[in-house]
T-cell receptor
Framework: DAKTTQPNSMESNEEEPVHLPCNHSTISGTDYIHWYRQLPSQGPEYVIHGLTSNVNNRMASLAIAEDRKSSTLILHRATLRDAAVYYCIHDSNYQLIWGAGTKLIIKP | NAGVTQTPKFQVLKTGQSMTLQCAQDMNHEYMSWYRQDPGMGLRLIHYSVGAGITDQGEVPNGYNVSRSTTEDFPLRLLSAAPSQTSVYFC?????????????FGPGTRLTVT
């Protein structure tokens, strides 16, 4: 089974960068790494995904280790609106297998 | 665009009752899926569809049926509700035919089975 390991929770100060780690040691060569986040009482929201090289979009950056067994989601300047549960997922036969995620707490 | 819509927002059922959760999307997405989320847990895939007329089982399909007669709609049917099906149900869609990438999620249906 596709399995990722993330910290249960992390805290960060507002307006500072946040680095959210994820281990995915069982990933195969063609599995993408996906990140979603879920704000309280809402459906999940797509953040970013990548395969091998680092990826950037308007929301975040994704840094993927050379051996692809870990990755880091980078929020460049956290705001209170970024407080959410962040899920790191890699797909298995084109299906997303979700873990419990990391609860990100932003301190004003 | 309304995106992904789900009805109802809340539902209470008695054990043994059946019902259909509705999901619709107006983005012409081929891939649609249903997940359930139990308290403090991540999402678990119930069923998915890669296009009209094509459905397949996910991780936890037992007790649920789906059909996909149009691109827009993907209803989830609970055949005989059980307390173990108390959960929040999310529908999602993606414009990638074969893969669950960049999924857009609906607001969810909170279901309680007594």
């Amino acid at each position: 089974d596709a399995k990722t390991t993330q910290p249960n929770s992390m805290e960060s100060n507002e307006e500072e960068p946040v680095h959210l780690p994820c281990n995915h040691s069982t990933i195969s060569g063609t599995d993408y790494i996906h990140w979603y986040r879920q704000l309280p009482s809402q459906g999940p929201e797509y953040v970013i995904h990548g395969l091998t090289s680092n990826v950037n979009n308007r929301m975040a950056s994704l840094a993927i280790a050379e051996d692809r067994k870990s990755s880091t989601l980078i929020l460049h300047r956290a705001t209170l609106r970024d407080a959410a549960v962040y899920y790191c997922i890699h797909d298995s036969n084109y299906q997303l297998i979700w873990g419990a995620g990391t609860k990100l707490i932003i301190k004003p | 665009n309304a995106g992904v819509t789900q009805t109802p927002k809340f539902q209470v059922l008695k054990t043994g009752q059946s019902m259909t959760l509705q999901c619709a999307q107006d983005m012409n997405h081929e891939y649609m899926s249903w997940y359930r989320q139990d308290p403090g847990m991540g999402l678990r895939l119930i069923h998915y569809s890669v296009g009209a007329g094509i459905t397949d089982q996910g991780e936890v399909p037992n007790g649920y049926n789906v059909s996909r007669s149009t691109t827009e709609d993907f209803p989830l049917r609970l055949l005989s509700a059980a307390p173990s099906q108390t959960s929040v149900y999310f529908c999602a869609s993606s414009n990638t035919r074969l893969a669950a990438y960049e999924q857009y999620f609906g607001p969810g249906t909170r279901l309680t089975v007594t």
